[in-house]
């Protein structure tokens, strides 16, 4: 078997975080690894510069949805031409696995997988399987999700360091507002609402803005004579999160996962322009095993917030914890390799 495999997709961190423990992990067995991604949206910032690869492409591509016919078509053209240049890359290098994590970045080497007839497999991270993914899930040798029945590994790959973190939560005394890295001003208008009784409570705030709200935020809570723990964008964020005994948070399925590895009961507030409203779907599939609490932004209430955190907690934080594994990616990359 080739040593050299293929990893693709990305444009948001949620894809990219995936992508990055399959890197990590078959850097560890010694693969030469390939990184194919858009120079457009995050990928090229998460690894651009990453020492753990052999090589990394990032192609001038574009999603095809929310654009016009004029821009689908140059969307398309550029697809396509990228399906080229993923060939090529796979022939000469001698690829054998190509796995792609979703994203419109990962559409050209997707589709050349197909076309070169070359093993390929998707990790599909969202409970609602997105387009581009339904599609190429036609030549598909395995899919490999946590919302998947027919999935032969169903816990999500994240970073080993998140389960070193987790604890159970007996009782709040510290609640996370989580928008994002790009921040959401619904969860962000919420935390400044119910802020006040939070800090009467003796409940420590801490709370990522995004970094359109950062400015506005910081203040009202300086105005409100709050000393919260606010910021736009941290490189520590476990820290922040394993401090945290709630969260309150829109439901990606990265950050969904982390906050269950960590164990943190979390109210989760589905972003409600996700693509086929995959953020709800996802909070719905713990909400069933009540393992989270869900509300949509018209919904929220400062009575329900208080009234949840006042609960007795470690019931659903063990539950969380016990909830999900910490070998997903060794298990994942074992049926591949094996396949």
Request: glycine share 6%; proline share 1%.
């Amino acid at each position: 078997m080739s040593n050299i495999v293929i990893i693709t997709g990305g444009g948001t961190g949620g894809h990219l975080s995936v992508a990055k423990s399959f890197i990590e992990e078959y850097h560890k067995l010694g693969f030469k690894v390939i990184f194919i991604g858009s120079s457009n949206g995050q990928d090229k910032q998460w690894f651009g510069t990453e020492t753990k690869l052999y090589k990394s492409y990032f192609f001038d591509t574009r999603g095809v949805v929310n654009q016009n016919l004029l821009g689908k078509l140059k969307s398309l053209f550029l697809i396509f031409r990228a399906v080229l240049k993923s060939a090529l890359i796979i022939k000469t290098n001698g690829v054998k696995k190509v796995i792609s994590v979703g994203g419109f970045s990962a559409a050209s080497t997707s589709i050349a997988a197909g076309i070169t007839r070359t093993d390929f497999y998707i990790h599909e991270q969202n409970s609602v399987m997105g387009k581009l993914n339904k599609l190429s899930s036609k030549w598909a040798k395995e899919i490999f999700s946590s919302y998947l029945q027919s999935s032969k590994v169903k816990d999500y790959p994240i970073n080993k360091k998140y389960f070193e973190h987790s604890r159970i939560r007996k009782s709040t005394n510290c609640i996370i507002f989580l928008g994002g890295s790009q921040g959401a001003t619904a969860i962000n208008n919420f935390a400044i609402k119910v802020a006040p009784t939070l800090n009467k409570l003796n409940i420590k705030i801490i709370h990522q803005t995004g970094k359109n709200d950062f400015i506005n935020i910081k203040k009202q809570y300086k105005e409100l004579n709050i000393d919260a723990d606010v910021f736009d964008f941290s490189k520590n964020l476990l820290e922040k999160m394993e401090e945290a005994d709630f969260a309150v948070s829109r439901a990606g399925a990265s950050t969904l996962w982390e906050l269950v590895a960590l164990g943190i009961p979390t109210l989760f507030i589905p972003y409600p322009y996700a693509a086929a409203n995959h953020q709800y779907h996802n909070a719905k599939y713990l909400s069933e095993s009540e393992l989270c609490y869900l509300k949509y932004e018209d919904e929220l209430t400062s009575e329900y917030l208080i009234d949840t955190i006042k609960k007795d907690t470690s019931k659903i934080s063990k539950n969380l914890i016990d909830s999900i594994k910490k070998d997903s990616i060794k298990n994942i990359i074992h049926i591949i390799n094996t396949n």
